[in-house]
């Protein structure tokens, strides 16, 4: 066991979220399916009141939603994934967002995911599948200028 003056050092990447936080976490969703993780994370912050360091960060509570919807999907026979069909304006805010900058971050896509009535996941999934596109159809421009030559 590795320790510091005789307490064990905390990893903080194998950390399991506390069970109050959790119950806070889906609470929070309950009440507010919209909420942002980082809007949880502070109401956590402000209503446990805990150091900012003990509360889980976006990422983690990401995990606890993620998990929250698995179990909550989990009745559906059908376990695969169904493709997102995109109206022709999402396709358009999403293609103008993309045409900035290839990268969104995660505030960026949250505000999306509300402008444009998507999950924030679906949006992520989007421009991933998006980058691919363009790379591969940069491959082929430049394929075809080496063709010409």
Not at 29 to 57: G, T
Not at 107 to 133: C, D, G, H, V, Y
């Amino acid at each position: 066991m590795d320790s510091d003056n005789g307490k064990p050092i905390v990893d903080k990447k194998s950390c399991v979220i506390e069970p109050d936080f959790k119950r806070k976490i889906f609470e929070y969703k309950h009440e507010n399916p919209s909420i942002f993780a980082w809007e949880i994370r502070y109401r956590l912050f402000q209503e446990m009141k805990c150091k900012l360091e003990d509360v889980p960060s976006i990422s983690s509570i990401l995990k606890v939603l993620k998990n929250l919807d698995s179990v909550e999907n989990s009745d559906s026979e059908d376990k695969h994934q169904n493709e997102t069909s995109f109206t022709q304006k999402q396709i358009d805010v999403l293609e103008q967002v993309f045409n900035i900058k290839h990268y969104s971050d995660i505030f960026e896509r949250e505000k999306l995911a509300l402008e444009l009535n998507i999950s924030e996941p679906t949006i992520q999934i989007w421009f991933s599948n998006r980058r691919m596109e363009y790379r591969e159809s940069e491959r082929v421009k430049v394929h075809q200028q080496d063709q010409s030559k």
